[in-house]
């Protein structure tokens, strides 16, 4: 089955900070890939996504690669802010059988400092 | 434009109760899923509805059932409430079935007493 394997938080970084989340998959088929963010309260925002092999996601200053030889797709941004702070869920989605079932990991805490 | 919206936001009931969640989709949004998000975890999905039908569903009992109306939108049921069942629970929309990102609503907090 599928399956998405994020690092464990939480992560706290000072202002400024480079980040990197990372995520690998397993999936049976040729899956989308996506980062969704979570703020305290809230429900899940789509952060970025890519499509197939090789595409770059971006948004917000964020940016994640959909890596196939590696089964990777680690969120990166060069410079955090207090206002990153949320919980970051790696997640794919699986068009085998032609129905969209969207698998998520467990999520990673981030935490910014000033 | 609106975005995905459910309700209530919160909910309180007993083991052994049923209860009914609701969602209303993004505009131009013609499918609906369904997550549980147990505190601390990542959602699991619960099942899929597209065309009022049920299309997919995932490793949940049958006590969790659904419905998707004409409008698109869409409630969940939960019968015989376990103390397990304490949870956010998500709605999303898309359009389309396939690869399309979802929009998730704020969730229905539902705690079991």
């Known amino acids: 089955g599928n399956s998405v394997t994020q690092m464990e938080g939480p992560v706290t970084l000072s202002e400024e900070a480079f980040l990197t989340i990372n995520c690998t998959y397993t999936a049976t088929g040729y899956p989308s890939l996506f980062w969704y963010v979570q703020y305290p309260g809230e429900g899940l925002q789509l952060l970025l996504k890519a499509t197939k092999a090789d595409d770059k996601g971006s948004n917000k200053g964020f940016e994640a690669t959909y890596r196939k030889e590696t089964t990777s797709f680690h969120l990166e941004k060069g410079s955090v802010q207090v206002s990153d702070s949320a919980v970051y869920f790696c997640a794919l989605s699986d068009p085998t059988g032609g129905y969209q079932k969207v698998t998520f990991g467990t999520g990673t805490k981030l935490q910014v400092i000033p | 434009d609106a975005g995905v919206t459910q309700s209530p936001t919160h909910l309180i009931k007993t083991r052994g109760q049923q209860v009914t969640l609701r969602c209303s989709p993004k505009?131009?949004?013609?499918?609906v899923s369904w997550y549980q998000q147990a505190l601390g975890q990542g959602p699991q999905f619960i099942f899929q509805y597209y065309e009022e039908e049920e299309r997919q569903r995932g490793n949940f009992p049958d006590r969790f059932s659904g419905h998707q109306f004409p409008n698109y939108s869409s409630e969940l049921n939960v019968n015989a409430l376990l103390l397990g069942d304490s949870a956010l629970y998500l709605c999303?929309?898309?359009?389309?079935?396939?690869?399309?990102?979802?929009?998730f609503g704020d969730g229905t907090r539902l705690s079991i007493l």
């Open positions: 505009s131009g949004h013609d499918t």
């Open positions: 999303a929309s898309s359009w389309g079935q396939v690869n399309q990102p979802q929009h």
